[in-house]
């Protein structure tokens, strides 16, 4: 069975940083392609970044050079390190895996930034 949990959500004030984890069970985490995504108050969910496998990675425009996904196999965990955060990156954020076209989710953290 599936399992993605989501940590490490935090209220922070603006320019400040969080590291966000997922740690993912019930398939073989190494060898799939990840994603965070992120939903704001009265927002769609939107993609923030993903991690292939190989290690290629792709970014929202709005989080280029402020956002970092990372991943540890050994620990099937993905992060995502986030740095000079701003009001606008006040969301939900959520880990991601499609699986034979089955998109699994988790629970979501609460990251908020404000003064």
């Known amino acids: 069975q599936v399992q993605l949990v989501e940590s490490g959500g935090d209220l922070v004030q603006p320019g400040g940083s969080l590291t966000l984890s997922c740690a993912a069970s019930?398939?073989?985490?190494?060898?799939?392609?990840m994603r965070w995504y992120r939903q704001a108050p009265g927002k769609e969910r939107e993609f923030v970044a993903s991690?292939?496998?190989?290690?290629?990675?792709n970014y929202a425009d709005f989080v280029k050079g402020r956002f970092t996904i990372s991943r540890d196999n050994a620990l099937n965990t993905l992060y995502l390190q986030m740095d000079s955060l701003k009001p606008e990156d006040t969301a939900v954020y959520y880990c991601?895996?499609?699986?034979?076209?089955?998109?699994?989710w988790g629970q979501g953290t609460q990251v908020t930034v404000s003064s």
């Open positions: 991601n895996v499609a699986i034979a076209s089955v998109d699994y």
């Open positions: 019930g398939f073989t985490f190494r060898n799939y392609y």
């Open positions: 991690l292939w496998n190989s290690g290629h990675t």
